[in-house]
């Protein structure tokens, strides 16, 4: 998983859209081998950018705002995104800034929306994998690639923990979810799901901004290999743990299981015994 350069003017995998683009001169994302071909086409950033801009009467003009805030986020850091430098940039005066976001935060936090809506444009959703470890594996190398080619967007998106949830966070967590869901029906997920979605988001998010803090000649790919894998560990299983997918495997594995736990009361082993042997009854 060794970290591989890209040109920045024809790299298309991890661009956030017009104006945008990996803002750093040589960027890192990871080797899996994984066929990245048409992620992050125009026209799924170029729809992006209209989730995180609203669909309001003032969309057009609020829109490109936001992208001129991002490119000078991208190309010069996030000092440079001041209200009068972005006003000149998307070619509005000033006031319509504090009109319609309020104040420099409030901008702020529309580019991180822009960001996180940018992600998620990124993001395939294979309903049916045909390995549910190496679909996790390829979420999370997803996530980091996208950090590692867009670091200051990446830093504003995740540098207040207190923001409001936005709703392409919701619904990037939501495919994030969906991938633990299916893992804990084929009986690989090791830990409960909410747990899983906590080691998985801190893993990706923390291996990027260690890598962003290294001087460029600490970066060792291997820091992101073994982050990797040890979040793989530590979310599942080694085999799957019912040989049957579906609520009838997991009612055979969790029956067959049942004597050796103490938890429960023999009234309720009685009990959650006559329940399993339903739902194992109805495979």
Known sequence: MAPRSHDSDSDT??????GVGPDTETDTDIDTGRDRSGVGAAADIRAAACIA????AHAQPRQR???????????????AVTT???AVAAGVQPPAIYRMFGDKGGLLDAVAEYGFATFLATKHVDPDPPDLI????????????????????FTLMYSEPTRPASAAFR???????GRIRRLAAGGWLRVDEELAAMLI???????????????????????LTTLRESMVAAVT??????????????????????????VLSGAEQHLLREWLDRVASDG
């Open 201 to 223: 988001h801190a893993t990706a998010r923390g291996a990027v901004l260690t890598w962003l803090s290294l001087p460029e000649d600490r970066r060792n790919p291997a820091l």
């Open 13 to 18: 995998g991890t661009g956030i859209g017009p």
């Open 134 to 153: 190496e679909d996790l594996r390829g979420g999370w190398d997803l996530a980091v690639e996208f950090g590692l080619a867009n670091p200051a967007l």
């Open 171 to 177: 619904a990037g967590l939501e495919v994030l979810m």
């Open 84 to 86: 009068r430098a972005v």
């Open 53 to 56: 801009a609203g669909a309001d």
């Open 65 to 79: 705002i936001i992208e001129a805030a991002a490119g000078l986020l991208a190309r010069e850091g996030r000092d």
């Open 237 to 262: 299983n080694r085999e799957p743990a019912v040989r049957d997918a579906g609520p009838a495997g997991a009612a055979r594995a969790l029956r067959a299981a049942l004597p050796e736990q103490t």
